[in-house]
């Protein structure tokens, strides 16, 4: 038990975003990642549920864009704002704990992510 407790003496350069030193820049790029990931995936989803749905003309030309917009949303901000909290509590902290790194950025990130989510889904 007395492991939990336990500091990590690294920084968040050497553990997290190795690519880069700053947090910034390495949020910056996260986030354009992930927002091409995320448009690779939403597009292709969504134009074949609304083929395979039969969906009118009305539907493609005013609610689909939208859609796959707030969804991609979703996804990269997930992404991105698991490494905004993550340098975060890092620099709150001064180090990193064994739960810091996963759960303590990982739980904001995510309801943060799920605020922007469609209701349906």
Not at 37 to 60: F, G, H, N, V
Request: aromatic share 14%.
């Amino acid at each position: 038990m007395a492991a939990l407790s336990k500091s990590i003496p690294h920084n968040c350069y050497e553990i997290g975003h190795t690519w880069h030193p700053s947090c910034g820049v390495s949020f910056l790029q996260i986030t354009g990642g992930a927002l091409e990931e995320s448009l690779r995936i939403y597009i292709p989803l969504y134009l074949i549920a609304a083929i395979l749905r039969k969906r009118k003309l009305d539907y493609y030309l005013h609610r689909l864009l939208p859609e796959i917009l707030q969804s991609a949303s979703f996804l990269t901000a997930n992404g991105a704002l698991y490494m905004a909290f993550f340098c975060i509590l890092r620099r709150i902290l001064g180090k990193f704990y064994s739960w810091s790194p996963g759960f303590g950025a990982a739980l904001p990130a995510s309801y943060m992510a799920i605020l922007i989510e469609r209701k349906s889904r």
